[in-house]
């Protein structure tokens, strides 16, 4: 064989060497970034429902469609190239602007439970039937990305943290894959989610042994997606109180960190670690109201004063 093809040959089978071990990073760093981001998947799995409760049933899908349209915009046009910036050239500034995602989750958490306590639902109430079809859709749908935003957000920098120490491009190509699969699989975990009743009323007309259980799913759903409502609201709150907390031990101010962890710690070692793991969210979500609150009061006041009221 001519010696410049052997060394071509030589050539194309280590650069299909190197796209093997970089197709291995890339699986290996994945499983890791997507391990570590699952739990967030939960709370966005748990807050998206609410976007479509109350809606037209045909339009649940579309619906939700388009939601995740936005999201995997969000994702890869949006937060992987900015993360990848602020990876390379500003590392110091992703913590405070995650800490920016987590004071808005806390306000939008902590507006919907003051807006239940005072009564205000019924203002918001009498603006969406001021709303047609189409304006709430879209209403709906801009809110719905608008907030995923913020835990999209978290997502890929949780993401990031667990992979920096493989090289530029496999980090690129990583953040792509845990975006694409866990919107896919939130998505599609929502879309089943909604349209359940649907699927419990289809087995309730048939008269077979799926009846009952069909039966029980349609009676049962409202309840559920009430209580999702509710898990959503709480899973703002706890994300962003967690960011605000994670954020201050980045910067060192580990009062309120340390004292948190404590209170864990204590939890932990007197009743195990599910009851030291629910005490943690259950902190995080009492800093998110906390804040939240804060910012419901300072935006109250900036809106006053600016209407002259």
Same mark, same amino acid.
């Given at each position: ?15 299909? +060497?190197?796209?093997?071990? =970089? ?10 970034? &997507? ?28 619906? @939700? /469609? +388009? @939601? ?13 190239? *900015? ?8 590392? /110091? ?12 989750? =806390? ?9 239940? %306590? ?32 913020? %835990? ?39 879309? %089943? ?18 009846? !009952?259980?069909?039966? &029980?799913? *349609? ?12 898990? &959503?609201?709480?899973?703002?709150? /706890?994300?962003?109180?967690? @960011? @605000?907390?994670? !954020? ?28 030291? /793991? ?15 609150? *804060? ?15």
């Amino acid at each position: 064989m001519p010696s410049g093809l052997a060394a071509l040959l030589d050539d194309v089978a280590g650069i299909a +060497k190197l796209a093997a071990a =970089s197709v291995d990073d890339v699986g290996v760093a994945a499983s890791r970034a &997507g391990t570590k981001a699952a739990g967030l998947v939960i709370d966005d799995t748990a807050v998206t429902p609410k976007y479509v409760t109350g809606l037209s049933p045909e339009r649940e899908l579309p619906i @939700i /469609w +388009k @939601i995740a349209k936005g999201s995997l915009f969000n994702k890869l046009v949006i937060l992987v190239p *900015v993360a990848m910036l602020l990876s390379a050239f500003l590392p /110091w500034a992703l913590t405070p602007i995650l800490m920016l995602g987590g004071t808005y989750l =806390s306000f939008e958490g902590a507006e919907k439970i003051l807006h239940k %306590l005072f009564g205000n639902d019924h203002k918001e109430q009498d603006a969406v039937e001021t709303l047609n079809s189409a304006e709430l859709e879209k209403q709906r749908v801009t809110g719905a990305v608008r907030t995923d935003m913020i %835990l999209s957000a978290e997502i890929v920098a949780i993401s990031l943290g667990e992979i920096t120490d493989q090289a530029l491009i496999t980090q690129g190509i990583t953040l792509i894959a845990v975006s694409i699969a866990i919107t896919a699989g939130v998505y599609g975990a929502v879309g %089943l989610l909604v349209k359940l009743d649907d699927i419990g009323l289809h087995l309730a007309r048939d008269e077979g042994a799926m009846a !009952g259980f069909g039966r &029980g799913l *349609v009676k049962i759903m409202p309840y559920v997606l009430s209580a999702i409502t509710v898990i &959503g609201t709480a899973a703002m709150l /706890w994300v962003g109180g967690g @960011i @605000i907390v994670h !954020g201050l031990e980045s910067f060192d101010l580990s009062t309120l960190p340390d004292a948190i962890h404590g209170v864990v710690h204590g939890v932990e070692e007197s009743a195990g670690g599910i009851l030291g /793991w629910l005490s943690e969210a259950a902190l995080y979500g009492v800093v998110g109201i906390i804040l939240g609150s *804060v910012v419901v009061g300072l935006h109250s006041l900036w809106v006053k004063l600016r209407s002259g009221h």
